[in-house]
């Protein structure tokens, strides 16, 4: 299958992070967000919305939205799984994923940030600030929910990694990509550097692809 | 069980569909967003992370998020099903879900406007440009999908009511809150159109909900 991924998309380093976990050789396609080919009709005719990640099987079938993914790929290759198997656990896991995949990803996004640009011309630093702050206020509403959570453990629900732990490491690389920490976030960072010390989430991380920026 | 529900929240409307369809009888707490309950700690100790909707289960058990809640309503009260059988089937309509759960709906959020507002002083004019833009993308978006795939029926996907058509319902109601239309996305036109003649969709509309403006 082919993967059509970006060095910083943190969707897509989700979906990279749960293809290496489920074992599952796939084929990069590079579509270069900076360069506006997510916009070209070759990428459209991929995926008319223009974002990343898109997955596509060897028939062709088109999969896209990370979180539609990593469901999907938890439903064709069950093992390891990615969610627990009680309804409860799974609807927290589920709900644990959508504070980064709903609440805070979308805010950040290029297409978000350049529109705050456009509209307020609040340039470069404005447009970190704009980021950094939704950044932090999804620190702050994981820390709530996970220290206080009894199903918290090792990992972000229980002792095995589930799609909970994808989404929260996406959210701590974006996190530093512009520069921000999540020292100050004690069990957000336990759970992450736990799971970064594992090279398939390692690996997956944005600044260990082709394209991204040597030495940030 | 208990539905904490504020009449204008898009993600509860939702969550409001999804319990009117599965025959759930719930009692609803009411939220008041605008006078800033969500933030207090009567609040705050059902969801700490100061959003709604919630629903609390009989024995305490605390759900969130509004797509996680649909997820568990549908493995735990499985008749008439929100989502397909087969895992395209699935991924499809998670997908179309998540334009309005992930790339839409978290844009104009009152924390979002706000904050837009605070940052850029662009008055309730501005706020109202903010959210009808991303309104306006959100519809883009559906119609290039549902008028070009095989998948769409005479609803999101195929002939029957799915999570998706929940979601794209939400995202209508919240177009028109904000005075915009969708009369210039047929697709979307058309699949809304249906889904609101059913009155279980139509009832739980927003507009509908103790609280909300009379004569909107």
Not at 134 to 155: I, P, V
Request: charged share 25%.
């Amino acid at each position: 299958m082919k993967l059509y991924t970006y060095w910083r998309s943190l969707a897509t380093f989700r979906v990279r992070i749960a293809l290496n976990l489920k074992g599952i050789k796939y084929e990069p396609v590079y579509v270069d967000l900076d360069g506006g080919q997510q916009h070209q009709s070759a990428y459209k005719s991929v995926n008319p919305q223009s974002v990343i990640p898109s997955l596509v099987e060897d028939d062709g079938n088109v999969l896209f939205q990370s979180m539609a993914i990593m469901e999907y790929l938890d439903e064709v290759h069950p093992n390891p799984p990615l969610l627990p198997k009680d309804p409860r656990g799974r609807a927290r896991v589920r709900a644990l994923s959508l504070m980064t995949v709903a609440d805070t990803h979308p805010l950040i996004v290029p297409r978000v940030r350049n529109r705050v640009d456009a509209l307020y011309k609040v340039g470069e630093e404005g447009k970190i600030e704009w980021v950094k702050h939704w950044f932090a206020a999804g620190l702050d509403a994981y820390e709530s929910h996970l220290s206080r959570d009894e199903g918290t453990g090792l990992y972000c629900h229980g002792d095995t990694v589930t799609m909970a732990d994808l989404c929260l490491v996406s959210h701590a690389a974006g996190t530093r990509v512009f520069k921000g920490s999540i020292d100050s976030h004690p069990t957000v960072k336990r759970i992450v550097d736990r799971c970064l010390a594992d090279d398939r989430f390692a690996s997956a991380q944005p600044l260990r692809q082709p394209g991204a920026p040597v030495g940030h």
